[in-house]
């Protein structure tokens, strides 16, 4: 696939984006809530998950990364530049642990480490919706997902190609405003910082 001058352009925004805002992803919570549920977004160091209450008990997490780095362990430093740079095969990752019930048992749902849990509040419906979505993928989905034991999670092939403007950090800052978050500044290096409802 050829680098484009208008993929060169676009590259260029967003790295001047990045540094303007100084990669934080400011996170204002939704005010108001009829039935608030607890949620966690999880801040592994370099990427980060969500965490949803499972509607059979315990807790679920979904994570959003590039196929051949996630599923298939190819982490050299050529395979991480170009999946950044060009977009490529990307996977949905979720965990079901009906055994967990608060963060201080996430250790086990998150094998790779945890650098913060940040526990918000979010609208029960929201949180329904954003569950069938991603739900969804693994249910139309024809073949087994590809459990990856590094990091606890089945992954599924997910349908928006992964590189610099749709990585991990970013997909989870979506998800974050599909349940109602107010998602400022960027995410893109994991730094998270959890402001006061307006």
Same mark, same amino acid.
């Given at each position: 696939?050829?680098?484009?001058?208008?993929?060169?352009?676009?590259?260029?925004?967003?790295?001047?984006?990045?540094?303007?805002?100084?990669?934080?992803?400011?996170?204002?919570?939704?005010?108001?809530?009829?039935?608030?549920?607890?949620?966690?977004?999880?801040?592994?160091?370099?990427?980060?998950?969500?965490?949803?209450?499972?509607?059979? /008990?315990?807790?679920?997490?979904?994570?959003? /990364?590039?196929?051949?780095?996630?599923?298939?362990?190819?982490?050299?430093?050529?395979?991480?530049?170009?999946?950044?740079?060009?977009?490529?095969? +990307?996977?949905? /990752?979720?965990?079901?642990?009906?055994?967990?019930?608060?963060?201080?048992?996430? +250790?086990?749902?998150?094998?790779?480490?945890?650098?913060?849990?940040?526990?918000?509040?979010?609208?029960?419906?929201?949180?329904?919706?954003?569950?069938?979505?991603?739900?969804?993928?693994?249910?139309?989905?024809?073949?087994?997902?590809?459990?990856?034991?590094?990091?606890?999670?089945?992954?599924?092939?997910?349908?928006?190609?992964?590189?610099?403007?749709?990585?991990?950090?970013?997909?989870?800052?979506?998800?974050?405003?599909?349940?109602?978050?107010?998602?400022?500044?960027?995410?893109?290096? +994991?730094?998270?910082?959890?402001? +006061?409802?307006?």
């Amino acid at each position: 696939m050829r680098f484009t001058l208008t993929r060169r352009r676009g590259l260029i925004v967003i790295l001047s984006v990045l540094l303007l805002t100084g990669c934080v992803g400011r996170v204002v919570p939704p005010t108001s809530l009829s039935e608030p549920v607890e949620i966690h977004l999880i801040d592994h160091g370099r990427h980060a998950s969500l965490v949803l209450p499972h509607h059979q /008990g315990g807790m679920v997490r979904y994570s959003y /990364g590039e196929w051949s780095w996630y599923v298939e362990g190819r982490r050299h430093l050529l395979a991480g530049m170009m999946a950044l740079l060009w977009p490529t095969r +990307s996977g949905l /990752g979720r965990g079901v642990h009906d055994d967990v019930s608060s963060p201080r048992e996430f +250790s086990r749902l998150a094998p790779e480490g945890l650098m913060h849990v940040y526990t918000l509040e979010a609208e029960s419906e929201r949180v329904e919706a954003l569950q069938r979505k991603l739900d969804a993928y693994f249910d139309r989905e024809e073949g087994d997902p590809v459990y990856v034991e590094e990091f606890g999670l089945e992954f599924v092939p997910h349908p928006r190609a992964y590189w610099l403007a749709h990585q991990s950090n970013l997909a989870v800052a979506r998800w974050l405003r599909q349940l109602g978050f107010e998602v400022e500044g960027s995410a893109w290096l +994991s730094n998270w910082r959890i402001e +006061s409802s307006r």
